[in-house]
């Protein structure tokens, strides 16, 4: 269930290794996530790090961050559901600071997309109720290089819920 597409890279300029790297931590975060393991989806954050999951939750500083994935993430290990994540855009505001727009879909484990039920729908608002759990997410993650490494420094998480996002086709 691994996506792997070069994503469009803007801002300033710096070596394709970067953007490659990006995309690799990407990647390492659907695999912790899809395996739930807290320990090594921790290790992508900073310290100082700030995130805000999907429902609002805000988690300031690494402890809080660790405190909720380690209650959080281990459970999901047998869900029928995980998720995808697709660098869908690399902005390098700095050579060592990044945003990055991911797209996040709700998979099966046996690789069938929940948000497909939207695709192409003349009201897709209408099918939310009754499909909560193909709700895809819309993740940014501001990244910071440190000593070599990408991590997490702040990470906004949002559900998509908008009907013309929902409709759209991937």
Known sequence: MTVSTTPPVTGVEVPQEDADAITAFVAEVQRAQQA?????FLTGF??????????????IGFDT???FTRKVLPPTADSDITATYEV???????????AVKIRQRP????GRFLDEVFHGHPDPSA???????????SPLYILA????VWRIAAAQNTVVVDPGSLAAAP
């Open 65 to 67: 961050i660790a405190d």
């Open 88 to 98: 869908e855009h690399i902005l390098f505001i700095r050579e060592d600071i990044a």
């Open 46 to 59: 900073r310290p100082d790090a700030l995130w805000t999951t999907a429902h609002g939750r805000r988690l």
């Open 107 to 110: 998979v099966t484990r046996d």
């Open 127 to 137: 099918l939310v109720e009754a499909h909560p759990d193909g709700l895809p997410g």
């Open 36 to 40: 739930a393991l807290a320990e090594e």
């Open 145 to 148: 290089k440190d000593g070599g």
